[in-house]
């Protein structure tokens, strides 16, 4: 049986409505069934607070006495964009302060601005003949603004990745701090309880739709940045990051308890943002959707030490096995957390549905639908493996060191692979060759041939090139799955397309 | 084991020779390990008269609280992400089943780990 948006803002007028968190749609589907929840239940909640970084607020202050145009503004030392009208400004909540670096951002001022705090405004200009003023420092607080709207462009993951670090250093990244040899891993979404994860193909969600944000009323303005549909599903939910949410509301009416600033040593300034989306009930199939639950929503382990977009995956884990605290890697016990407080994403579906309940909000029907997207890397010339290596010089396992040397004086190369039936053995280097003869060695096999780091071919230059400095070394072998050897890739054929670190 | 104090010296308790009056009295051999400016001292006391000259300090007006060797935590500013349990190598970290982050300072060690990790800035090593 079919609902319609009207016959449910009907309800929650009437004060009749059936109101559920996507948690407790969990429980009620699995002891009631779908049939009966579509048509008992009339909205269930979601609810997310993640750090989104992809966040800010437009402002406009008003205008002085003489009337400034701002050409660069700061607030508490942190740079807000003004290549708009003369006093309006936009504050990215990434934004690092010019005077307390990661300690303070824009995220910060946007916090202290709604907790009614005084920030100190300073700008400069260059003076027209309308906009005399050349400069202005002041203190203003969020009351003294004409129009403070949070508006963030990308917030709201569907699903996200989770990470770890093979490497056998500490490293500080966007999911926070990772210890060597996979010693932790984090993840970051609302998993059960995230919007997109309870509409992954956007029924009733679209440009228009009212949402909780940052404890007051916001409105979905469009697909997020980065928005994308194309990532391979499982059980209707992309098996890592995948659609994504453009936002706005009055920053006026913010609640300070959904709306915390942050800082990710070594990593930067962030905002964690209470977001929260009503699922109207309207048929069978989205109720069904809204009960999926962790066990059922997968995502990928990804390796944050290798620095490159494409990082490898570790393993694919669901959302009950990394809320459960641990997970297996190679055999060994990981330790798990989330970097978005799954308390707060409860409190905002909590918060959502008691608004709901007491008739404080309706719910709307999207003016426009999401498009399909797909993403894309950034355009710029990225160069493989394959593409730069060169012909190797190999030899059987069984040569003998004079016929070595002659092939590294004859070939004029400083390396040369050691196959058996075209498979990679060993490599050895000039240098090791001369310290064989010189102790009197005859064959390959009298001394040892260095343990041997590969490349593939479908590797980018800059990975390689990070393997190569870590490791010391001034050549990989290039093979493929099964160890064929395929070429060589040396720090010179590099060097001409990369800069190296 | 000697425990340490946090002595906050305020209100009633400014202004007066506290410490030395409670030497005299309690004869305990306190010893001062930091002072600063703004009135707060580090005190360890002898565990034999610890309970006379605790006594002796509240009574006088003194805010004394245990100085424990372990990681502070804010409790106002941790918004409960729970990220500091998977870097804790000793367990002090926990969720609890409504998700609230639970601080077992029993067991902190105080290695540090965490301290960075947070992204509220919560956890700090002790002032003293
Ligand atoms: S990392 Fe910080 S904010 Fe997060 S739970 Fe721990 S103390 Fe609280
Ligand atoms: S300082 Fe070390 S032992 Fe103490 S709570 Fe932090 S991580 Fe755990």
């Not at chain 1, 400034?68 to 990434?94: H, P, S």
């Not at chain 1, 710029?380 to 070595?404: L, Q, S």
Request: proline share 4%.
């Amino acid at each position: 049986m079919a609902k319609t948006y009207e016959e449910i803002n009907q309800r929650i007028h009437r004060g009749d409505a059936v109101i559920l968190t996507a948690e407790e749609m969990i429980e009620y589907v699995r002891k009631n069934g779908v049939k009966k929840a579509a048509k008992e239940i009339d909205v269930v909640t979601t609810g997310t607070f993640g750090a989104m970084c992809s966040s800010g607020a437009w402002l406009n202050f008003g205008h002085a006495e003489p009337p400034i145009k701002f050409q660069r503004v700061w607030l508490n030392d942190v740079e807000a964009y003004t290549g708009v009208a003369a006093v309006d400004a936009y504050i990215g909540a990434a934004q690092l302060s010019e005077t307390e670096g990661f300690e303070y951002g824009g995220a910060h001022v946007i916090e202290d601005l709604i907790r009614g705090e005084e920030v100190e405004l300073r700008a400069t200009s260059y003076g027209t003949d309308c906009y005399p003023r050349k400069k202005i420092k002041t203190q203003v607080t969020l009351e003294d603004l004409n129009q403070a709207w949070l508006l963030n462009p990308r917030n709201s993951y569907q699903n996200y990745t989770a990470a770890t670090n093979s490497s056998d250093k500490t490293i500080y990244t966007y999911m926070g701090k990772l210890l060597p040899n996979y010693g932790n891993v984090t993840y970051t979404t609302a998993s059960q309880l995230s919007p997109l994860n309870n509409d992954p193909y956007f029924e009733t969600i679209g440009i228009g739709t009212r949402i909780f944000l940052a404890g007051t009323h916001g409105y979905i303005i469009g697909e997020g940045t980065q928005f994308n549909t194309e990532v391979p599903r499982k059980n209707g939910v992309p098996v890592g990051a995948g659609a994504t949410l453009s936002v706005r509301a009055n920053l006026k009416e913010a609640d300070p308890n959904f709306l915390k600033a942050a800082t990710f040593t070594g990593y930067g300034v962030t905002l964690f943002v209470g977001l929260g989306v009503p699922i109207p009930i309207l048929n069978e199939k989205i109720a069904e959707r809204t009960a999926i639950s962790d066990a059922d929503i997968y995502t990928h382990i990804l390796d944050y030490s290798v620095p490159s977009r494409s990082r490898p995956v570790v393993k694919t884990v669901n959302y009950a096995d990394l809320r459960s605290g641990r997970v297996e890697i190679n055999g060994e016990e990981v330790r798990t957390s989330s970097v978005a407080p799954l308390k707060k994403a409860r409190e905002v579906a909590e918060t959502l549905k008691k608004w709901i309940e007491e008739g404080q909000f309706e719910i709307t029907r999207p003016l426009e639908a999401f498009k399909p997207a797909e993403l894309r890397p950034m355009r710029h010339n990225v160069h493989y493996v394959g593409d730069v290596m060169e012909k190797a010089v190999i030899v059987e396992e069984d040569a003998d060191i004079e016929e070595i040397s002659q092939l590294l004086i004859n070939k004029n190369v400083n390396h040369i692979l050691i196959s058996r039936e075209g498979r990679l053995e060993g490599i050895v280097t000039s240098w090791d060759v001369a310290k064989a003869v010189a102790s009197g060695k005859k064959r390959l096999r009298d001394f040892e041939v260095r343990g041997v780091i590969t490349a593939k071919p479908t590797e980018t230059l800059g990975i390689v090139a990070e393997r190569m400095r870590k490791n010391g070394i001034s050549a990989l072998p290039v093979v493929d799955n099964h160890n064929k050897i395929l070429g060589i890739i040396t720090a010179e054929n590099i060097a001409r397309f990369i800069d190296i670190k | 084991m000697t425990k340490k104090y946090l002595l906050k010296f305020g209100g009633r308790a400014l202004g007066k020779p506290v410490l030395a009056d409670c030497v005299l009295k309690t004869k305990a051999r306190i010893n001062i390990l930091k002072a600063d400016a703004e009135g707060n001292m580090l005190v360890k006391i002898p565990k034999s008269s610890e309970e006379k000259v605790l006594r002796f300090l509240r009574d006088e007006g003194v805010d004394v609280t245990e100085q424990k060797n372990v990681v502070e935590y804010d409790r106002e500013r941790c918004i409960d992400c729970g990220l500091c349990t998977s870097l804790c190598p000793t367990g002090a970290f926990s969720l609890d089943a409504e998700s609230t982050l639970v601080y077992n300072e029993d067991k902190c060690v105080l290695c540090g780990l965490c301290i960075d990790a947070c992204p509220r800035r919560a956890l700090s090593k002790p002032k003293f």
